[in-house]
């Protein structure tokens, strides 16, 4: 059964890079059938995608959150990750991956991350 | 970006009730539409995909419909288990995937 877990600090200073992992088990990342991305949520908001990555290393953003954010796959980890730059306080949410096949069918548990000095 | 708006923002209803739940498209999005049902504390999990099809182990009781614009997600009985907040998300935008804000189920 495939597994996704996500992993990172749990807090970030304002202005200094958010980074995140996602370890996949049970499943290859290396799959042609499907993407990998991450999406937050806001605490008692909704759900906002940030970004997608196939295992090839091929990316694709949010433009809202272009500028600021990197996504990057370790085939022979079986992982992905995700570092956002620049955070703010409005960066403050659940953190989630997960795999996108038709629509996002697989989620890992989700980390909160707290932007705070 | 193609914006969906979700309806009612709240619904309240009994165990065994039927619940009729909304989502509209800015724009045509075909049947590029899923659903997803959130429990506090807990990662979305998918319902339906592309309107109308029933993900894996999903109960009988959810179907969705619609094409176009207009998309419903339909619990013909509820359980005490599906009180919780349900999203619909398009994938007719590649790579920009965009959610609805929600719609919360609540028992009344």
């Known amino acids: 059964q495939l597994q996704l877990q996500e992993s990172g600090p749990g807090l970030v200073k304002p202005s200094e890079t958010l980074s995140l992992t996602c370890t996949v088990s049970?499943?290859?990342?290396?799959?042609?059938?499907?993407?990998w991305g991450w999406i937050r949520q806001p605490p008692g908001k909704g759900l906002e995608w940030i970004g997608s990555i196939y295992y090839s290393g091929s990316t694709y953003y949010n433009p809202s959150l272009k500028s600021r954010v990197t996504i990057s796959v370790d085939t022979s980890k079986n992982q992905f990750s995700l570092k956002l730059s620049s955070v703010t306080a409005a960066d403050t949410a659940v953190y989630y991956c997960a795999r996108l096949a038709l629509s996002w069918d697989v989620w890992g548990q989700g980390t909160t991350v707290t932007v705070s000095s | 970006e193609i914006v969906l708006t979700q309806s009612p923002a709240t619904l309240s209803l009994s165990p065994g009730e039927r619940a009729t739940l909304s989502c509209r498209a800015s724009?045509?999005?075909?049947?590029?539409l899923a659903w997803y049902q959130q429990k506090p504390g807990q990662a979305p999990r998918l319902l339906i995909y592309d309107a109308s099809n029933r993900a894996t182990g999903i109960p009988a009781r959810f179907s969705g419909s619609g094409s176009g614009t207009d998309f419903t997600l339909t619990i013909s009985s509820l359980e005490p288990e599906d009180f919780a907040v349900y999203y619909c998300?398009?994938?007719?935008?590649?790579?920009?995937?965009?959610f609805g804000q929600g719609t919360k189920l609540e028992i009344k």
């Open positions: 049970g499943g290859s990342i290396s799959s042609s059938s499907y993407y």
């Open positions: 724009q045509s999005v075909s049947s590029y």
């Open positions: 998300q398009q994938r007719s935008n590649w790579p920009s995937y965009t």
